[in-house]
């Protein structure tokens, strides 16, 4: 399973660091993602590390003000955002992918306030 901690309520601007543990699977051995969705939208994937962390994707709303990375040795995969804008708020979920398997976390809610 995989569960997300760390969301929050944040102003325009600030910075937040959503967090993301594993557990129950090869943690090293899957791609980890987190998606996002809002109110009304469709979940739109905000980033993806590779299994060793040598390979990002972002999406082109976030490049440049989030930044994903992975702790192997912890299990846990995070998103550092920085520059927040309102419209950031959403439920970000985290979302492990590996042969054979995957997994959603529930969510943990982001609030940016302008």
């Known amino acids: 399973q995989v569960v997300e901690s760390g969301g929050g309520l944040v102003q325009a601007g600030g910075s937040l660091r959503v967090s993301c543990a594993a557990s129950?699977?090869?943690?090293?051995?899957?791609?980890m993602s987190w998606y996002r969705q809002a109110p009304g939208l469709e979940r739109e994937l905000v980033a993806d590390i590779s299994n060793t962390g040598g390979t990002t994707n972002y999406a082109d709303s976030v490049k440049g003000r989030f930044t994903i990375s992975r702790d192997n040795a912890k299990n846990t995969v995070y998103l550092q955002m920085n520059s927040l804008k309102p419209e950031d708020t959403a439920v970000y979920v985290c979302?492990?992918?590996?042969?054979?398997?995957?997994?959603w976390g529930q969510g943990t809610q982001v609030t940016v306030s302008s």
């Open positions: 129950g699977f090869t943690f090293n051995n899957s791609t």
């Open positions: 979302h492990a992918f590996g042969w054979g398997y995957e997994y």
